[in-house]
């Protein structure tokens, strides 16, 4: 009996021994495979993070408890822990975990849900594993695998940038007329003293007091209305050249101009008829002509074809009474234009003179002054600037630009048509065609905004345009490779809408603080980095420069 329990006792230990013995846990997770993890946005605002894990049969003994342990590790070096998930082989006891069999294969799936926010943009998902065999006390605790956390973000849009003119190359100068009765050409009291005349000196005595004002020529026409006759109207217009020259010489030095004019700067010209398009548009577009507006439109159109255009004045003059009556007596005139080298005017200057005397503001002035204006106040201004200038085509684009800002679309088009008209050279119908690239950008209409790209010829700006273009239409690579150049918010937008963030950060820290859009997608950066408190402290200062910012952050 003793040695049947001596042999027991020994059959026993040597069970225990053979137990132990294969008692193992591995030296690492390299046959273990995970699966790509998806990540899905649900409707209630949060990501399903999901995964499955393929253990190969026979990889782990019954005693091993694994666990899978993943977590979010944000770009900013924060760690947010997700549940862990856990199986023990059915040689453990005393745990509640899920109990597999180690000897076949098994795929272990995983799945749970986060809050979806910005941060998430630039976060990693660390998936480890930890294995414990509860025989031996062993334990494992490594990496198992790594995935860059993909979310669809809400793409930037880009900056507005429909296209600003910032200087033009008319140049400003004080015009004004004197009227003579019919058949008169005598500059009397009455004549010299007219509102239109009367501004002129006024604005000449204040600007002869600037040490800057320099006249450089002096352009004096005289001009016969058509009703008379050639034989008439010829030396009729000839006089008033020359008496509205006399009479302006002498007012000159009544307004306090001591700098002398050379006899070179006097240009004396008479006309009969209609004269110059420009002269005839203008005075249309200042007098009271009850359908002007309608007028306006039809005589830009020919702009370009001065022969044409006088036919047309003539035919409306004949069949039309109110033109006639109105239009014959502003005929009959002598007219001033004194031309000055530009001189340098503050903003607040600029926008007085434009509400009082904006005949010596250049384009130049105008363009800089709308610059400093809201745009209800820089599409007043610039719509009573191109009565003085009607073909200065940097006008119509910066006109278009804040009836843009307005929202005023249509507006805006018919705006730059008629500055199309006008347009001369490609480089100002390039303006204009960028600027209606902008519209349909605004507008949704792609294939409108790449149809009128077409028609630029600088490259550059088309380039940059079609980058511009491309975000809108979300193709992310190709709007990096054609905003590399400009270094710009909007190249800082194409780097953020392709999750190259810490680089759209670089740019961005480049670029003007002041500007309220550049603060508030600086805060979007920040936020998919995590650095919330940073994110947050841009958007306040871009939504108190800009509160409209506010309603992208919903």
């Given amino acids: 009996?003793?040695?049947?329990?001596?042999?027991?006792?020994?059959?026993?230990?040597?069970?225990?021994?053979?137990?132990?013995?294969?008692?193992?846990?591995?030296?690492?997770?390299?046959?273990?495979?995970?699966?790509?993890?998806?990540?899905?946005?649900?409707?209630?605002?949060t990501v399903k993070v999901s995964f499955c894990v393929e253990i190969p049969a026979g990889y782990f003994e019954k005693r091993i408890t694994f666990s899978i342990m993943p977590s979010i590790l944000y770009a900013n070096g924060d760690v947010k822990e997700l549940p862990y998930y856990t199986v023990q082989g059915y040689g453990v006891i005393d745990t509640d975990y899920p109990v597999v069999d180690w000897s076949v294969q098994q795929v272990l799936c995983y799945?749970?849900?986060?809050?979806?926010?910005?941060?998430?943009?630039?976060?990693?998902?660390?998936?480890?594993?930890?294995?414990?065999?509860?025989?031996?006390?062993?334990?494992?605790?490594?990496?198992?695998?790594?995935?860059?956390?993909?979310?669809?973000?809400?793409?930037?849009?880009?900056?507005?940038?429909?296209h600003v003119a910032s200087e033009s190359e008319a140049r400003a100068a004080l015009r004004g007329k004197v009227y003579f009765p019919v058949n008169g050409y005598t500059v009397t009291n009455t004549v010299a003293t007219q509102p239109e005349i009367t501004r002129v000196l006024n604005s000449l005595r204040q600007l002869s007091s600037r040490e800057d004002f320099q006249i450089t020529r002096i352009e004096i026409e005289g001009n016969a209305s058509p009703e008379g006759t050639s034989r008439v109207n010829e030396p009729l217009a000839k006089r008033r050249a020359d008496n509205t020259r006399n009479f302006f010489a002498k007012a000159l030095k009544d307004q306090g101009y001591t700098k002398e004019v050379p006899a070179s700067a006097w240009i004396v010209t008479s006309t009969t008829g209609m004269g110059f398009w420009n002269e005839f548009y203008t005075t249309m577009k200042e007098s009271n002509i009850s359908n002007k507006d309608q007028l306006a439109e039809k005589f830009i159109r020919l702009a370009s074809d001065p022969v044409e255009a006088e036919r047309q004045i003539r035919i409306e003059i004949a069949t039309n009474a109110e033109v006639k009556n109105v239009m014959f007596p502003l005929l009959r005139y002598g007219s001033i234009a004194v031309n000055f080298e530009p001189i340098t005017l503050s903003a607040d200057e600029i926008r007085i003179i434009a509400d009082n005397q904006p005949e010596y503001l250049t384009p130049n002035d105008?363009?800089?002054?709308?610059?400093?204006?809201?745009?209800?106040?820089?599409?007043?201004l610039y719509k009573r600037s191109l009565v003085r200038y009607p073909e200065a085509v940097e006008l119509y684009v910066n006109l278009a630009y804040n009836q843009i800002q307005k929202n005023e679309l249509e507006a805006a088009q018919q705006t730059l048509a008629e500055g199309m008209l006008v347009?001369?050279?490609?480089?100002?119908?390039?303006?204009?065609?960028?600027?209606?690239?902008?519209?349909?950008?605004?507008?949704?209409?792609?294939?409108?905004?790449?149809?009128?790209?077409?028609?630029?010829?600088?490259?550059?700006?088309?380039?940059?345009?079609?980058?511009v273009l491309a975000v809108y239409q979300q193709e992310n690579e190709k709007a990096l490779n054609l905003l590399s150049g400009s270094k710009d918010i909007n190249y800082a937008i194409a780097l953020l809408n392709n999750n190259k963030v810490k680089e759209a950060l670089n740019v961005l820290q480049g670029l003007d603080q002041d500007c309220a859009y550049t603060l508030y997608v600086t805060g979007l950066a920040y936020g998919r980095l995590n650095e919330n408190a940073k994110a947050a402290e841009y958007k306040a200062k871009a939504f108190q420069l800009d509160p409209s910012l506010r309603y992208l952050d919903n």
């Fill in 1 to 45: 009996m003793k040695k049947i329990l001596n042999l027991l006792l020994l059959g026993a230990v040597s069970l225990m021994t053979i137990s132990c013995a294969t008692t193992r846990i591995p030296a690492d997770y390299s046959g273990i495979v995970c699966g790509e993890t998806v990540f899905d946005v649900q409707p209630n605002g």
């Fill in 366 to 380: 105008i363009i800089q002054a709308g610059m400093e204006m809201d745009p209800d106040q820089a599409i007043i």
């Fill in 423 to 467: 347009a001369d050279q490609q480089s100002e119908k390039d303006m204009i065609q960028l600027q209606r690239a902008c519209i349909a950008m605004k507008q949704g209409q792609y294939d409108e905004a790449a149809s009128a790209l077409n028609e630029i010829s600088d490259k550059e700006a088309s380039r940059y345009y079609r980058g």
């Fill in 111 to 162: 799945s749970t849900t986060i809050p979806y926010h910005d941060g998430l943009a630039t976060a990693t998902l660390q998936i480890k594993g930890w294995t414990y065999n509860c025989l031996s006390k062993e334990e494992l605790y490594l990496p198992l695998c790594n995935w860059a956390v993909a979310v669809p973000l809400t793409p930037v849009l880009p900056v507005y940038m429909a």
